[in-house]
């Protein structure tokens, strides 16, 4: 299991985040259209965040970012499938769960409310991490 990062850590990921996903220098012009979520995702994870990607700064908080399912209901998922293609699933299942934290990111970023939110939701995770 990767290891838990800081508090301090945790706020400069996302205020990083928060930054790159404001900055209007990253986003394509006003005619392109995402189809989904992933697609987003796509386009933005190797955009510039600080000093890494934001691909790598996702990596990085991956145990903290809000999945809509449960370790439990998620190995129960996963022990449904094939031996063969549960890493797979897994890693399918996670990338589509930072993309949609992406979307929510955009979202949130200019709400004050709403960001404070998600960085309660994402240290209630960290802290969960740490016990």
Same mark, same amino acid.
């Given at each position: 299991?990767?290891?838990?990062?800081?508090?301090?850590?945790?706020?400069?990921?996302?205020?990083?985040?928060?930054?790159?996903?404001?900055?209007?220098?990253?986003?394509?012009?006003?005619?392109?259209?995402?189809?989904?979520?992933?697609?987003?995702?796509?386009?933005?994870?190797?955009?510039?965040?600080?000093?890494?990607?934001?691909?790598?700064?996702?990596?990085?908080?991956?145990?903290?970012?809000?999945?809509?399912?449960?370790?439990?209901? #998620?190995? =129960?998922?996963?022990? +449904?499938? !094939?031996?063969?293609?549960?890493?797979?699933?897994?890693?399918?299942?996670? %990338?589509?769960?930072?993309?949609?934290? #992406?979307? =929510?990111?955009?979202? +949130?970023? !200019?709400?004050?409310?709403?960001?404070?939110?998600?960085?309660?939701?994402? %240290?209630?995770?960290?802290?969960?991490? #740490?016990?």
């Amino acid at each position: 299991m990767k290891e838990t990062i800081s508090w301090n850590d945790l706020c400069g990921y996302l205020d990083s985040l928060r930054d790159t996903m404001t900055d209007g220098r990253n986003f394509p012009p006003s005619h392109v259209l995402f189809f989904d979520s992933r697609s987003f995702y796509y386009y933005f994870s190797k955009c510039p965040c600080g000093k890494e990607t934001v691909e790598e700064v996702l990596i990085q908080m991956e145990n903290c970012i809000p999945l809509a399912i449960t370790d439990e209901s #998620l190995q =129960l998922f996963l022990s +449904a499938c !094939k031996k063969e293609d549960s890493p797979y699933l897994a890693h399918s299942f996670l %990338e589509s769960s930072k993309a949609d934290f #992406l979307l =929510l990111i955009r979202h +949130a970023a !200019k709400d004050d409310g709403k960001w404070h939110a998600v960085m309660t939701l994402c %240290e209630g995770l960290r802290q969960k991490n #740490l016990s």
